[in-house]
């Protein structure tokens, strides 16, 4: 069964950098698209940037022009590269991945970042 698996996350200062990996297990099919979102305590989960198979991205206003997202040639990995770090990015990340009506979730990243 698909599975994605989220790593990458930690403890970073303001204005540092961390990247996250996801990588889907248990296929060799190609995602649709790959994405990131993220949920802060308290707080609804809140869309990041997705790519899709031709390379497409999209980026949430937040994290434009800080977060970069690539996705891997075999199209079941995702990374999003996140420079310029900010206190307020401090969230649970999750992978996303979607192939054809299926949707599939990691179980997420902690991400601190502090002032």
Do not use: H
Not at 52 to 61: E, M, N, P, R
Not at 71 to 91: C, R, V
């Amino acid at each position: 069964q698909d599975q994605l698996v989220e790593s990458g996350g930690g403890l970073v200062q303001a204005g540092g950098s961390l990247r996250l990996s996801c990588a889907a297990s248990g296929t060799i099919l190609s995602m649709n698209t790959m994405g990131w979102y993220r949920q802060a305590p308290g707080q609804q989960r809140e869309f990041v940037a997705v790519i899709t198979s031709s390379g497409v991205t999209k980026y949430g206003d937040a994290v434009k022009g800080r977060f970069t997202i690539t996705m891997g040639k075999a199209q079941i990995t995702a990374s999003l590269q996140m420079n310029s770090l900010k206190p307020e990015d401090t969230a649970v990340y999750y992978c996303n991945a979607v192939r054809g009506s299926r949707s599939f979730w990691g179980q997420g990243t902690q991400v601190t970042v502090s002032s």
